[in-house]
């Protein structure tokens, strides 16, 4: 990890101010979390609703310190293969066939195929050799010399099988590679688990994790998250915006309206240069923080009466 990570970590409220910097408003105890992880060399499992910030929790984190980001990202039927590492095998056919001359002298002197075959065997460590080696996300992590900020991005998409093995990473931060041994981290890289609640996490890995849970911010704070990420929205607009989202999070809806929707929804009426919520406005801008129509024509019966209490002060 770089030198200067020790001086960002010197605090809780260092850490703050830091991602405060980066454009992520942090609360108390999300930066008391980030400060224990790093302390104490752990992950962080990191839950919530969709679009609250989890995954731009690690993004922040690569820019505060400086490190690269290294994402993977979950789903089913994902495997070592795709996680941890592959072979060059177009590489390898491509060096066989250069050295296919080579190879003539080295059988020459067969008697048989079986024969043929042992001398050849005296050579698979030459293709099954760390130049032929292809890093994916999790070898990748282990081999960054200065570290890295290892996001492993809906962890509760992937299969049980899988979540098994990256109990070797989170414990030891290595892995094993048959052809080679085992490869451990140079600098232990800085990793977060994002999970939206798919499936219940296993508690051999949550042993292994600091949890953290991101719920939708109060309104506050959501304030605060637009002013932070929608530079030069104002005060009016803001409250109206954000007292406005949290009356449509209390209805029935297929999916609530994230944080994130909420900064697009700013950002669009900023485009729009309005100064406050108008009803035509509303109406017409429903599908920015809406994802189906059905909770669209449940919002658009309710726009006036929820526009009245959205621009009561």
């Known amino acids: ?87 060059k095998y177009g590489k390898q056919l491509l060096y066989t066939q250069i050295l296919r001359d080579r190879v003539k002298d080295v059988l020459e002197d067969s008697d048989s195929l079986a024969d043929s075959m042992l001398k050849l065997h005296q050579y698979d460590d030459i293709f099954f050799s760390r130049q032929f080696l292809e890093p994916r996300p999790l070898l990748k992590a282990l081999q960054q010399e200065e570290g890295a900020v290892l996001l ?5 998409k992937a299969d049980e099988e899988f979540e098994a093995f990256l109990l070797e990473v989170l414990s030891d931060f290595q892995v094993s590679i048959p052809e080679i041994g085992t490869v451990s981290a140079v600098t232990r890289p800085i990793v977060f688990l994002t999970s939206n609640n798919a499936r ?18 109060c309104p506050d704070f959501e304030r605060k998250v637009i002013h932070t990420r929608v530079p030069g929205i104002s ?48 109406t017409e801008t429903l599908n920015v923080f809406l994802k189906f129509e059905e909770d669209i024509q449940l919002v658009r019966t309710q726009v006036g009466q929820m526009l009245e209490r959205a621009k009561r002060t």
């Open 152 to 156: 492993v991005d809906e962890v509760d």
């Open 1 to 87: 990890m770089q030198n200067s990570t020790a001086e960002q970590f010197v605090s809780i409220e260092a850490l703050q101010r830091g991602f405060h910097a980066t454009g992520y408003v942090c609360t108390r105890e999300i930066a008391t979390t980030l400060y224990l992880a790093h302390h104490l060399g752990k992950p962080i499992l990191v839950e919530g609703p969709a679009g609250v910030g989890k995954t731009e929790l690690a993004k922040s984190m690569a820019t505060f310190t400086g490190l690269p980001l290294i994402r993977l990202q979950c789903y089913e039927g994902l495997d070592e293969s795709k996680a941890l590492y592959e072979w």
């Open 200 to 217: 219940e996490m296993s508690e051999a890995l949550k042993r292994r994790c600091l949890y953290l849970y991101i719920p939708f911010p």
């Open 235 to 282: 005060d009016r607009l803001a409250d109206q915006l954000v007292r406005y989202i949290h009356q449509v999070r209390q209805l029935d809806l297929r999916k609530i309206p994230s944080v994130s929707e909420a900064i697009d929804w700013a950002r669009v009426l900023i485009v729009l240069h309005a100064d406050g919520l108008e009803p035509n406005m509303v």
